[in-house]
């Protein structure tokens, strides 16, 4: 016996299970700023909705201050398509990202933005601290989409996007 056969082989006998080598692993949860009690409760809440289409709930009003325009903050994020799957989660990748907001919607120069310009947007009128959940029009979201990767659904060009983010803080003010 030697090799992967045996080693799955002597397991068996060891544990008296059988080794499947045609399955995966249990899937674990996904990590979220928003579970399914929480996604209840967003029911009940009415929508703010921006000049620019933009919508958002608030999860957690935050207690700090609003971030002046052209600086960083600290984010985590959860990015779900319109049917709720997770493309992006920096919570699972363990590390809040930087962020600097530029107005680029009010500008109206959407190559400013160094993300998505509905996340910019729904970023400026938050306060430190917060939770929210936004609801992003095709048109402030992926002009070119997302192609497809390994546990990543293809986001087609200038579909709706919904962001669920935790404006951690804002360095220099927190």
Excluded: W
């Excluded at 056969?5 to 249990?26: E, F, V």
């Excluded at 399914?36 to 935050?62: H, M, P, Q």
């Excluded at 190559?111 to 009128?125: A, K, Q, R």
């Excluded at 306060?127 to 293809?154: D, M, N, Q």
């Amino acid at each position: 016996m030697r090799g992967v056969a045996g080693a799955a082989l002597a397991l068996a006998m060891l544990t008296g299970h059988a080794a499947h080598a045609d399955s995966l692993p249990d899937e674990e949860e996904s990590k979220v700023l928003c579970d399914a009690e929480c996604a209840r409760a967003l029911e009940t809440k009415d929508f703010v909705t921006t000049k620019s289409g933009l919508r958002y709930k608030e999860i957690k009003e935050g207690d700090g201050i609003e971030p002046p325009v052209g600086f960083q903050v600290v984010v985590d994020y959860v990015a779900m398509d319109e049917k709720g799957r997770v493309f992006d989660n920096s919570l699972a990748k363990g590390k809040p990202n930087d962020i600097r907001v530029v107005d680029c919607v009010g500008s109206g120069d959407f190559d400013s933005c160094t993300v998505i310009p509905g996340m910019d947007e729904g970023l400026l009128t938050m306060k430190s601290g917060g939770v929210r959940r936004l609801y992003i029009p095709g048109e402030l979201a992926f002009p070119k989409g997302l192609a497809s990767a390994p546990g990543r659904p293809k986001i087609a060009p200038f579909s709706p996007v919904i962001f669920d983010v935790n404006l951690i803080y804002i360095p220099g003010f927190d």
